[in-house]
């Protein structure tokens, strides 16, 4: 009867110990492949994103990331980025960290950034949320010279332009360190809303 007691014990232990373990792949899985939690530490994307801010990322869309390979499956994508969406990337400088702009413009396409406004191919961004940010002209690759944007990247900014980071400095994304679209902001509760 003892040995019996302690075999239904350690049956109820393993049972614990398997579902725990599958719960964790299962999240890994989700995380790697699906949607991922963020949190804002800086304030470069002011004011859609503030400090403190977290936020959920669908790495899905434009189609799934192979790590370690620094791949994407195109074919598995839902559609491709769109201008004016919130990304994040693995920072090209340093690939141990993940960053989250606006991205702004794609391959062969010219960039400026003259009184404020962004120009693409001599034409002015004029709808929102272009129209709404003052973008400074600032950094080796933000000055009034036109930029080209490299086959395979996309050039980004941030949205509060006169403290970001960005395109404007250290150059462009290439296509394979995109890893998703920012979509929702889930907490503070005072802050929920989809990112725009």
């Not at 929102?128 to 003052?134: A, C, K, S």
């Amino acid at each position: 009867m003892e040995g019996l007691n302690r075999h239904k014990k350690k049956s109820v232990v393993r049972d614990w110990i398997e579902s725990i373990v599958v719960a964790f792949i299962l999240a890994m899985f989700i995380r790697t492949f699906f949607i991922q939690a963020f949190k804002i530490p800086t304030g470069s994307m002011r004011p859609t994103l503030i400090e403190g801010d977290h936020i959920l990322v669908n790495k899905f869309i434009y189609g799934l990331r192979i790590p370690f390979l620094g791949k994407r499956i195109s074919i598995l994508a839902t559609r491709k980025p769109k201008r004016g969406e919130v990304i994040v990337f693995i920072y090209p400088q340093q690939p141990k960290k993940d960053f989250i702009k606006r991205l702004i413009a794609f391959e062969g396409e010219r960039v400026a950034i003259r009184e404020g406004k962004i120009y693409i191919n001599g034409e002015p961004l004029e709808e929102p949320p272009f129209n709404r940010i003052y973008y400074y002209n600032r950094g080796v690759y933000g000055n009034e010279v036109e930029i080209i944007v490299p086959k395979n990247c996309y050039y980004v900014l941030g949205d509060n332009s006169s403290s970001s980071q960005d395109s404007r400095y250290w150059g462009f994304v290439p296509d394979k360190n995109l890893l998703g679209k920012a979509f929702l902001i889930y907490w503070p509760p005072n802050r929920i809303r989809l990112i725009r």
